[in-house]
């Protein structure tokens, strides 16, 4: 296998509540066999201060969750895939013909398995998601997304990445605290 087919595998399976969606793995992430697992990345320390992780932090018996985690959130509800499965250094490096490709395969996958939430990780993934379902369809900004796959309502929050400015450690906790709120409101 080259470098260029390393990836991630996806973690989905039939009932889950929320899937977390990259833009694509980084080549650190694929070389350690985690998702979001540079240590500058705020994926976890943020997701493991939300409301959202709670039940699993408990049941697990950790009060910080890590990327060695990812698999076991399975049992939890959590899941996570990307739209471009190419590991990269930059998500800047990906062509818009692999965004068109990862759209349509992500959209069969969503179908597949669908989570209650599909929970965007940054608006550069959701931009090209939302495009190809409804080109002439206003953006709607982060949060609950108008747009569905199915059963599975869209979510989109700031990226994790340290290389997003946009939103402080603080705010990107906020945000996993209102997919957890959007969860309780759709029961």
């Not at 994926?43 to 699993?56: E, G, H, I, K, N």
């Not at 818009?96 to 759209?103: C, I, K, L, T, W």
Request: charge should be positive; include cysteine; proline fraction near 7%.
């Amino acid at each position: 296998m080259t470098a260029s087919e390393l990836t991630l595998p996806d973690l989905l399976r039939q009932g889950l509540d929320v899937v977390f969606i990259g833009i694509n793995p980084s080549l650190f992430s694929v070389e350690s066999g985690h998702y979001f697992a540079r240590r500058t990345n705020r994926f976890w320390p943020c997701l493991s201060r939300s409301v959202l992780s709670a039940a699993a932090r408990a049941a697990l018996g950790v009060s910080r969750l890590e990327p060695h985690h990812d698999r076991a959130l399975l049992d939890h509800g959590i899941g996570f895939t990307d739209i471009v499965k190419r590991a990269t250094a930059r998500a800047g490096e990906l062509t818009p013909a692999e965004f068109a490709a990862g759209v349509a395969t992500l959209i069969a996958k969503l179908e597949r398995h669908q989570p209650r939430l599909a929970c965007f990780q940054g608006i550069t993934g959701y931009r090209p998601f939302h495009n190809a379902l409804s080109p002439a369809a206003a953006y709607a900004g982060l949060g609950l997304q108008p747009l569905r796959i199915g059963a599975t309502r869209l979510f989109a929050i700031p990226n994790p990445s340290p290389a997003n400015a946009h939103a402080t450690p603080a705010e990107q906790t906020l945000w996993y605290d209102r997919l957890a709120a959007q969860l309780r409101d759709q029961r």
